[in-house]
């Protein structure tokens, strides 16, 4: 009764958005008069559209996009979440389909056929006017994750030799007769066609009359070629506070830009995805409340079932010394509170050393440094926790609380393997993202859970190594 | 010798940027020619100009700044890293340190002081001219995570009555005489100063001429209050595409805008500080390798000795059940593996619904349907784990690895344990977050080790009291 029998996502409330709202009125207008809806709906942006759209029933969709003069209803379906943006387009006629997918920005576009299915994608692509078609076969072509997959081709160039009016006059051209996303930068080329100079359209207007687009423009330009990875391309918008990253190729040729509106999307999934890899699992890739329930157990059984496997060194581990256990029960006691200081620490330093890394704060090569860091960190912590360990043991013994055989030389046993295990553990955990990123990884993949299991197993060792050590003639 | 004698960071090598590559030339200049500075460098972003200071010594980063003229210091001074910038500052004389920062823009001048000494910085402020100083202490007012914390009261606002044509003239004006941070939006304004509308600099130079720009400005603003948090500002600024998000008062009056660099960076702070606090710890508030030893320490040993206390439950649970390991120590070979196992499922529902709940996915009355969604996941992907480790122990028995008392049972034991842990771990790992967030706090700070504490100890009992029901009589 509880599993569910079918895959379906969780149907979450959510807030009353204008769109929410508006949607009743939408709804009676739909049947009554669509004629009055685009005059109706023209001072809405079209992401609250969308949210019209999405309060609608399903069926009504379509009509209510065709109802929208198809500029608008294209801008609406690229604020539509995905997999509804998919139904729509692959139940709609090819035909208006086509129609509405060239009217949407190229980065959106090819997103856009990305999510559809293969044969619906190919279809719709067949119909589109042959300029757009191969625009959109070009960008998808680029991994989507990559600054080819991201950019725009919409963005705005002049040539490097023209006059600030004319350059003016251009723009004013550009902006009154054809849609461009990416319009307050202007970027200035040579005759090839190779990026020169770049400037904000509010320097372009504050520029003095009678001076030359090359005296405006700024001429270091930061650039990225298509392969760059999406983090590179948030890198570069950060830390120089742009609004578009141009995109070039090997000559210096602009091929498009990247719009910081891609750019924060990328950082947020980015972000979603650090942390549910951080949680021990798969990305999931889609929100949690809209993907099916046997997908999400698809991104967490296999995670936890190998951590799970490698976990099983445990119990190896703990049967070479079920001889020394039999002989000092009391020592299994301790084994929880052990392992999983040494989890936390490593868990610790491998997120400060994921972050430091993704940020650039540290390279590869400084491996040796961050060693020469955690050491002292590890055996500083180790001690603080070790002296807890010590307290706790002998204060218990002392209130009566426990009775432990030999409590002196148990503590110190306690105390000793805590500084061995969290040392090792802030070792462990901060080389474990270097060595992922040495092999190819993403750092980001050394998970809190992936460090605990890596550390406990040894974490056992050395505290029946220290536990042998000391205790041997007395306990053991 | 290991443990460092005083409090410094890590010094890391930074990739050679163009700013390390010109350090020497400019070196040479500052040493022979100082007025030659400017022209050299007039081509270069201020990041740029930042990395050169960055790889000079100290002693000569004032001088470098003093020969820039003022306006293109207070950009260089704005990309320098915190730490630095508050030390060069406090080295200058309070005049040139306030001529300085008084050419800074309002958000960047407001967070500039408040990294200072507070005396330094109220030096400074009585320093600065009326009307900068007046905006400034207006600016510092706000939590510096907020809205108001974010903002430049450096933007464009025109009255709704005037012309297009007026509207460009201001704005050009404007762009020639003053700066202003945010110009790619321009907002209109009644007469009282309440906001009424908005368009894309573009949009007022595609309008045509001889209309009001009331005719040209989208009246749905995206506004936020100045208290609003930084991550709702974010939220909006995705949400629509934005480049700037106004900020306005009860009255609707704007007060300033946070433009998107400032979201930006925001994003990135928040991502830092969720890994952080993901991995069992206080966010750091600055790089890993800037950070001092000490400072660090200070941020991971309060999180790691307060996990350790709680954790200490777990000898208490164990030693509950002494008189069952003692009676049958094979049990306590395989605690290690089913308390981590309860911890990693918790830490993966974790970081499901923090996302979600950060995403807006989610709200807080949605509990229960993350109960319904969880119960059977968990179930599931215990009775996964639970035949894995019905397996092993079957497998290792009949290979001979392993001699255990009663391996049937056992394995039923160490199976239905799974099926219990790794559903409690589900169900305590996702309402976590719910919690923490109904008690006022952020729920991203249900980190995977806090979680692996609080499962650790109910999934000892539920292990020992499968025990005893399946293996009394036998082993027990």
Known sequence: MMTPTHNTPIDTDQERTIGALLAPDILELLEENPEAIPAETDELHARDLADVAQALPHELIGPFLSALPVERAADVLEYLEEE?????????????????????????????????????AEEILQEIPAAERAETEKLLAYDPDSAGGLMTTEFVSVSEDISVEDALAAVRRIARSERREAMNTIYTTDPAGRLKGVMALRELLAAPEGSKVSDVAWQEVQTVPASADRAQVARITREYDLVAVPVVDDNGVIQGVVTVDDVIDALVEEHTEDVQRFGGMEALEMPYTQIGFFSMIGKRAPWLAALFLSEMLTTTAMGHFQGELEKAVVLALFVPLIISSGGNSGSQATSLIIRSLALGEIKLRDWWKIVLRELPSGLLLGAILGTLGVARILLWQNLGLAN??????????????????????????????????????????????FVATLVDVTGLSIYFYVALLILRGTLL
């Open 84 to 120: 509804l943006r998919a139904e729509i387009l692959e139940t709609m006629n090819v035909r208006q389909a086509a129609e509405l997918v060239t009217e949407m920005t190229p980065d959106d576009r090819a997103d856009t056929l990305e999510t559809l299915e293969e044969e619906s």
């Open 404 to 449: 432990y055989p030999h409590p002196n030389l148990l503590a110190l046993t306690v105390g000793f393997a805590l500084v061995g295990v969290v040392t090792f553990g802030s070792l462990a955990g901060s080389m474990l993202p270097f060595i992922l990123q040495r092999l190819g990884f993403d750092p980001a993949s050394a998970s809190a859970p």
